[in-house]
């Protein structure tokens, strides 16, 4: 858990990461987590238990509780390394740990088969995409292959300090790199020319998806996953098997944002580990993002009026 690790400064290296072990924690992983196609009760249970530990006011039922979680979702403009931190006691931090872990945003996931038509890499900051890339690179070399890869990234100035990269600054013989990347899409064409992996991998035919940017509201907003997908569907991509690469705690939403957007699509995902580093908000974050893009998908329950409100229960 990461409140746990945090203590040993614990760091994953996706190089060194052991199939064995990472194949293992998977499927213990994904055999306790909450399938919300068919655990709907589980997936209420866990949430009201989440929002009552959090000692948030919240009505018992699902779509209700989908509503509440949305006070998490971050502000318009707003990026996740942005989020101010959450300060709760360290029992209270290890049972919401735990809540998360059992709804799937903790652990990582293995690709559920080893032949697919496209892996797609959804942007992040450029140590995510290189984080995403190693693990990419892992998985071939245990025999996971594909057929093209697709980068679905976009034109997000990248931020000091949340997209420094040492790959991206210096050659392998310490040379300045020049020019320097200025968005997303430059620091993904960067990473997929620098960051060690099989030649054989390096010589697929790779696609960079540069979705713009969009002005709303008096602000530039970046493109999301969805905005990514919709752009890369423009281009007239055939039908077949595609394995998301991502990490945690963005797995899950960004696994049913795929699926909802590419219908015609055999969907599978595989997620790196979630950074110990990772903060409780970014987590809170991405389990709205999930609940808010499941929200459509899910049966309608009866409504409930009682209404569980903050304090001991």
């Given at each position: 858990?990461?409140g746990?690790?945090s203590r040993?400064?614990f760091?994953?290296?996706y190089?060194r990461?052991l199939a064995g072990?990472?194949?293992y924690?998977?499927m ?9 196609g068919?655990?709907?009760?589980a997936?209420t ?8 530990e959090?000692?948030?006011s ?8 989908i509503?509440?979680?949305?006070i998490?979702?971050?502000?318009p403009?707003?990026?996740r390394?942005?989020l101010p931190?959450l300060?709760?006691?360290?029992n ?8 998360l872990e ?8 293995a ?5 697919y038509d496209y892996a ?8 995510g995409m290189k984080?995403?890339l ?10 996971v ?11 997000r100035?990248?931020?000091p ?6 790959i ?7 040379k300045?790199?020049?020019?320097l990347?200025?968005t997303e899409?430059e620091a993904?064409?960067m990473?997929?020319q620098l960051v ?10 790779v ?5 713009p ?7 530039w907003h ?8 919709r ?5 007239g991509?055939?039908p077949?098997t595609?394995?998301?690469i ?8 960004q696994?049913?944002?795929v ?5 015609g ?13 990772t903060?409780?908000p970014?987590?809170?974050d991405a ?6 893009n499941?929200k ?6 009866a409504?409930?009026k ?7 229960h």
């Open positions: 858990m990461p746990r690790m040993f400064n760091r994953f290296n190089q990461f072990t990472l194949m924690l998977s213990l992983s994904q055999a306790d987590t909450i399938d919300p068919q655990h709907d009760k997936l249970l866990t949430l009201d238990e989440l929002l009552t959090l000692r948030i919240h009505t018992p039922n699902l779509e209700s509780m509503d509440t979680s949305q998490w979702r971050r502000k403009g707003q990026e390394w942005e931190r300060d709760i006691s360290t209270k931090r290890y049972r919401v740990f735990d809540l059992k709804l799937g945003l903790i652990a990582p996931v690709p559920s088969t080893k032949q797609l890499l959804l942007g992040a900051t450029a140590p984080s995403r190693d693990y990419l690179a892992d998985w071939w070399r245990q025999g292959r594909f057929k093209r890869l697709i980068f679905l990234v976009g034109q100035p990248l931020t300090g949340a997209d420094d990269l040492d991206l600054i210096t050659k392998p013989e310490k300045k790199l020049d020019p990347p200025f899409t993904a064409i990473l997929h060690p992996m099989p030649e054989a991998m390096r010589a697929l035919p696609e960079f998806i540069d979705t940017r969009n002005w709303k509201s008096g602000l970046r493109p999301n996953t969805r905005d990514t997908l752009h890369w569907v423009k281009t991509p055939l077949g595609a394995l998301i991502s990490d945690q705690p963005n797995g899950l939403y696994k049913e944002v699926k909802q957007e590419l219908p699509f055999i969907i599978d995902l595989a997620a790196g580990p979630a950074d110990p580093a903060t409780l970014v987590y809170l389990l709205a993002l999930w609940l808010y499941l459509p998908v899910i049966p309608q329950s409504p409930s009682a209404v569980i409100t903050p304090g001991r």
